[in-house]
């Protein structure tokens, strides 16, 4: 039997917003743009919440729910990787079985860990949640079972500042009730399927399948036939009552793309200012892929007309990069091809997928390398000294418009 945490912590860049700016406490605050812009909220915080605004929600429809005394930010998320990083290595203190799966969230299977806490996993995590608000001034729940599933559940259930331990043998009991769209790892268009045939809760998923093991349906597929979706995902969540980790296997967690896009506040048919502002966002993927330590082999342009209309094109790099050279270079001549003349667009966005880590040393030589070695002295500059302190001429055209969040 083994024993995981699953921690995230509570709306976390508001939550980073109020540990900088503590007079921000006790007032709605919504991340993700100015009052009043076209862009969607990323962050609520719980006051916020109560109002009804919700991750993703129009921050006009966000500014109406919550009338003139709520505060809106853009966002520095590079504050908020520090803060998350800082969690992380705090959350490295206690274990080092650490899988941290999204920027405020990690698995850990603390198993070997517990004797150092009188065997008590609630008290191991209240010392982590006192250790993360005390340095950090950041509250953070945590859910506790024999499986990650239901770590994550219970981390889920009781936010914010939650700690819920499922306890051990107890994870059908805990399951029972719980509705399906609660489940990690079942996507948003399968619940009306689920709901189609009368299921709603978990244990109504695990007496379907129970029901349907002795069926032809099912019977069908131990002779290789296909098996119904839903019937797969109800055996699924069944198996989530009974699935106990027998180890963690943990791998460091790499991006599978890394995406920049920007909606204009105001739609533009520009070409200078789309151009310039594409540059802007590739920088900052490829400012990403140095500091991971990555290279990006894939390049897509994605372009949103003013009918929200979505067009995207991709392309493969000659070899790897995590240069703005090669990558720019691709993502503008895929932007040509996206755009017409006059045409009014609202939103632009570049990814960089196919990424692996860069193993070989650099030997500054080729001009690959060469420019390489620039870009990271200029990251170096502009993380030390500002954005604006040094840059390239082409991202002057978007200088003091509000689409710049260095
Ligand atoms: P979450 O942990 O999903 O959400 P949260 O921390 O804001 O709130 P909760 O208390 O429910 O955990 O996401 C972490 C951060 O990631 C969040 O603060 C903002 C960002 N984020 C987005 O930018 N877009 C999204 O769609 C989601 C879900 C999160
Ligand atoms: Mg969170
Ligand atoms: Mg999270």
């Known amino acids: 039997m083994r024993t995981f945490f699953l921690l995230d912590i509570d709306c976390f860049f508001a939550s980073v917003e109020m540990a900088l700016h503590p007079e921000l406490r006790g007032k709605?605050?919504?991340?993700?743009?100015?009052?009043?812009?076209?862009?969607?909220?990323?962050?609520?915080?719980?006051?916020?919440?109560?109002?009804?605004?919700?991750?993703a929600m129009p921050l006009r429809t966000a500014a109406r729910l919550l009338g003139p005394e709520a505060v809106f930010m853009p966002g520095n998320y590079h504050q908020y990787d520090q803060y998350a990083e800082k969690v992380m290595a705090i959350l490295g203190d206690f274990t080092p079985d650490v899988e941290q799966v999204s920027v405020d969230e990690a698995y850990m299977?603390?198993?070997?860990?517990?004797?150092?806490?009188?065997?008590?996993?609630?008290?191991?995590?209240?010392a982590m949640k006192d250790?993360?608000?005390?340095?950090?001034?950041?509250?953070?729940?945590?859910?506790?079972?024999?499986?990650?599933?239901?770590?994550?559940?219970?981390?889920?259930?009781?936010?914010?500042?939650?700690?819920?331990?499922?306890?051990?043998?107890?994870?059908?009991?805990?399951?029972?009730?719980?509705?399906?769209?609660?489940?990690?790892?079942?996507?948003?268009?399968?619940?009306?399927?689920?709901?189609?045939?009368?299921?709603?809760?978990?244990?109504?998923?695990?007496a379907y399948a129970e029901r349907m093991s002795s069926t032809p349906e099912a019977l069908s597929t131990t002779r290789g036939g296909?098996?119904?979706?839903?019937?797969?995902?109800?055996?699924?969540?069944?198996?989530?009552?009974?699935?106990?980790?027998?180890?963690?296997?943990?791998?460091?967690?790499?991006?599978?793309?890394?995406?920049?896009?920007?909606?204009?506040?105001?739609?533009?048919?520009?070409?200078q200012y789309i151009r310039a502002t594409l540059y802007y966002l590739t920088e900052r993927c490829c400012k990403t892929l140095r500091q991971d330590a990555l290279t990006a082999s894939t390049v897509s342009v994605r372009v949103r007309f003013t009918n929200f209309t979505t067009v995207q094109k991709q392309a493969v790099l000659r070899a790897a990069s995590s240069n703005e050279e090669d990558i720019f270079g691709t993502a503008v001549r895929l932007l040509a091809q996206l755009l017409a003349p006059g045409i009014l667009i609202r939103l632009v966005g570049v990814k960089v997928s196919n990424l692996r880590g860069t193993t070989?040393?650099?030997?500054?030589?080729?001009?690959?390398e060469k420019f390489s070695a620039l870009h990271h002295r200029l990251d170096g500059l502009q993380s030390r000294y500002g954005y604006a302190t040094i840059r390239w001429g082409i991202t002057c055209g978007i200088a003091g418009r509000r689409e710049e969040h260095p």
């Open 109 to 126: 299977d603390v198993t070997g860990c517990l004797h150092f806490w009188g065997d008590d996993p609630q008290r191991m995590a209240q």
């Open 131 to 206: 250790r993360i608000q005390r340095e950090c001034a950041l509250s953070v729940s945590i859910g506790i079972a024999a499986n990650k599933v239901c770590a994550k559940i219970a981390a889920g259930l009781n936010k914010p500042d939650g700690l819920l331990m499922v306890p051990a043998g107890g994870e059908k009991a805990f399951l029972l009730p719980l509705p399906v769209e609660l489940v990690p790892g079942i996507g948003v268009k399968t619940f009306p399927k689920l709901h189609a045939c009368g299921i709603r809760t978990a244990g109504e998923a695990m």
């Open 360 to 368: 070989q040393l650099s030997l500054g030589v080729t001009p690959e």
């Open 28 to 55: 709605p605050l919504c991340i993700g743009g100015a009052r009043g812009d076209r862009g969607i909220v990323s962050c609520p915080n719980y006051e916020a919440r109560k109002y009804g605004v919700r991750t």
């Open 226 to 271: 296909g098996q119904s979706p839903v019937l797969s995902l109800c055996r699924y969540i069944a198996s989530c009552a009974v699935r106990c980790e027998k180890a963690a296997v943990f791998h460091p967690h790499v991006e599978k793309s890394i995406s920049r896009d920007r909606t204009f506040s105001r739609d533009t048919s520009d070409p």
